[in-house]
């Protein structure tokens, strides 16, 4: 069985030409927007790769957009370069600096802007938020599914949880594909390294009370996601594709047309930034 694959990026410094030179255009990117770095970097990046041939999906961060009229231009940006696709996240941000403090107003006024034309992908967490309880996750999504084509779950390291939170989904009405989000063969010192830079420092505290599979991937090792990888696919029609988290570590990437056989996935090395809701 063969899963769609997509790569998350980070929009650091020549990151656009790191693409270009080793990742085949008919990969599907998805460009993180973090809050130091702002929705302005997001957005050149993603522009600049679909210039570059790319499809290519920016993350929409709610809490880093300031004003309705700045999203009016990302939306417009968006359309010039031919971006069809966005991620909308709460993001990371404590304060929001604008109109926006959630993910649901941004998908409402995007739908306007565009006539219901933009493609949106919002978050979902199988092992749940550290801020927000179960309950209210399950009924954003009930309240933004509407207005969004595609779940992506938080970087997980259980298939059976992430198969868990996709039926769970189904029972509860929420009927969006759901895409695995997946931590590809990540060395441990970059992923100690950058923990804080790209947030998943809660999720590695986290991972350290989790037991043999944390301790594999926090030791000397590389973390494979053979076993994970092979997990979603005894369960078929559970999950719509794979979402690889990316370090922006791209000397080995799937090279299929927009898919990846286990085998490329246990290559890929990838990243878990840390999301909001």
């Not at 993180?32 to 961060?61: F, K, N, Q, W």
């Not at 938020?129 to 009924?139: A, E, K």
């Not at 090792?221 to 791209?250: C, Q, V, W």
């Amino acid at each position: 069985m063969m899963f769609p694959i997509r790569i998350e990026i980070i929009p650091a410094q020549g990151i656009v030409e790191q693409v270009q030179a080793l990742v085949p255009k008919t990969t599907t990117l998805s460009v993180t927007c973090l809050p130091h770095h702002g929705i302005e970097r997001t957005m050149r990046t993603a522009v600049e790769l679909s210039d570059a041939g790319y499809t290519v999906v920016p993350h929409l961060a709610a809490r880093s957009i300031r004003s309705r009229a700045e999203l009016t231009e990302i939306v417009r940006g968006c359309d010039a370069a031919g971006i069809r696709e966005v991620f909308v996240i709460g993001g990371d941000r404590k304060q929001q600096v604008g109109a926006y403090g959630s993910a649901l107003p941004v998908l409402e006024d995007i739908a306007q802007y565009t006539g219901g034309t933009m493609r949106a992908g919002v978050a979902g967490y199988p092992e749940g938020h550290p801020s927000i309880s179960p309950v209210d996750l399950l009924d954003g999504l009930l309240a933004k599914q509407h207005l969004a084509s595609h779940v992506v779950t938080q970087m997980c390291f259980a298939a059976e949880k992430i198969q868990d939170f996709a039926a769970l989904l189904r029972r509860e009405g929420v009927h969006l594909p759901v895409w695995a989000g997946v931590a590809g063969s990540v060395p441990r010192t970059k992923l100690v390294a950058l923990g804080a830079q790209i947030g998943v420092g809660s999720s590695l505290k986290f991972l350290s009370r989790k037991g043999p599979l944390a301790r594999k991937l926090l030791s000397g090792d590389r973390y494979s996601p053979d076993s994970l990888i092979t997990g979603l696919e005894n369960r078929p029609g559970s999950i719509a594709g794979i979402h690889l988290y990316s370090f922006n570590s791209l000397d080995s990437v799937p090279t299929g047309p927009d898919q990846a056989t286990t085998s490329a996935l246990q290559k890929a090395l990838t990243q878990g930034a840390a999301r909001d809701n």
